[in-house]
């Protein structure tokens, strides 16, 4: 209720709402946040954030959170729009993969291989190093634009990327270890397009209504236009499973059977980097589902110490009340979590 006596009618359904609060507060960081949308619409379901112990919607303003391997999904997608190529398909990768080595990935005697699909799921640095290189910075700029990089919208700053000075630094800003910032909003752009191929503004207002009951304003969908080609999109999609079936938030996604814990297949990527400037290690899984034919949204994101409790945990419990209708106990044994904060 405004102080006019004007009603603001907010777009968030009220049983996820409350879950995605009870998630923040049982699992607080430093900074955290969590938000779940419609991607056909861009309606916000759900969002609650956390920012120094204190309930706050503050930590999806800031853009200096390090974008880590979220910027994968920026080099794969800029190498799929340049290259005829298939999931399955092979290339060349020199290790160790989770190490900052860049001048290794791009010099050494003897190469490993591994399929697009592995080294997504993988979050497979060197390769994605070398995707970097053979693309080249004007490439991999041409697509961040169309995801917001180096922009403000609304009067918030999203995502800054650093031009590489040599074929090294062009190595770190593709694999995500460099050079690039990512704010929690522009994820929510980002996530939208790569799994639907378009730009649809998020929104939270739903309706105001005036003191005597006239609705002056309500909220429609914007789709702003087609940002990919739908052959990208449906390779991006087969390829981003691969991070909750095999890769890096496998053992979020799935229980000791190998059945997925949402009930629907879901494609994401997890991202994590330690930031000086922020003071703690920062994790992040934005995601979709159902992987086919993609509805709802995520994106997670935290900074503070290590802890089993990551992104991909808190989404993975989102998307389970919302595909599933449960939030009771923990599907997941702790003891099987492992802290990694090795760039993955």
């Known amino acids: 209720r405004m102080s006019d006596g004007s009603k603001v009618y907010f777009t968030v359904d009220p049983n996820l709402q409350q879950i995605a609060n009870t998630l923040i507060s049982t699992y607080p960081k430093e900074i955290e946040g969590i938000v779940l949308f419609d991607l056909r619409s861009g309606r916000i379901l759900a969002i609650a954030g956390f920012y120094r112990g204190e309930k706050s919607l503050y930590p999806f303003k800031i853009n200096k959170y390090p974008a880590a391997s979220i910027f994968k999904i920026i080099t794969l997608i800029s190498f799929l729009e340049n290259n005829d190529v298939r999931p399955e398909d092979t290339f060349g990768f020199c290790p160790p993969i989770y190490r900052k080595r860049p001048q290794k990935w791009l010099n050494c005697e ?31 700029m041409n697509v961040a634009r169309r995801f917001y990089f180096n922009d403000t919208v609304d009067g918030i700053p999203f995502g800054i990327i650093n031009p590489p000075k040599n074929d090294y630094d062009l190595a770190l800003l593709g694999s995500g270890f460099d050079h690039s910032t990512l704010n929690p909003i522009q994820a929510i752009r980002l996530t939208i397009i790569s799994s639907t191929g378009l730009d649809v503004e998020p929104y939270i207002i739903s309706r105001v209504v005036s003191k005597n009951g006239t609705v002056i304003y309500r909220a429609t969908p914007r789709v702003l236009g087609r940002v990919l080609r739908e052959d990208v999109v449906e390779k991006f999609r087969e390829i981003a499973v691969s991070t ?17 814990l949402t009930g629907v297949k879901v494609g994401g990527k997890t991202g994590t980097l330690r930031s000086r400037e922020l003071g703690g290690l920062v994790e992040w899984f934005v995601g979709f589902a159902p992987a086919e034919n993609p509805e709802v949204g995520v ?31 923990i599907p997941i044994a702790y003891r099987r979590f492992r802290n990694n904060s090795s760039g993955l």
Request: aromatic share 16%.
């Open 110 to 140: 003897k190469e490993y291989f591994s399929t697009l699909y592995n080294a997504f799921g993988t979050s497979n640095n060197p390769l994605f190093g070398r995707l970097a290189v053979m693309l080249g910075f004007p490439s991999i």
């Open 244 to 260: 909750v079936l095999d890769g890096t938030a496998k053992k979020y996604f799935k229980d000791g059977d190998g059945r997925v």
């Open 299 to 329: 994106v997670a994101f935290s900074v503070g110490n290590p802890s089993p409790v990551k992104p991909q945990y808190l989404a993975m419990r989102i998307l389970q009340a919302y595909f599933m209708g449960k939030l009771e106990g």
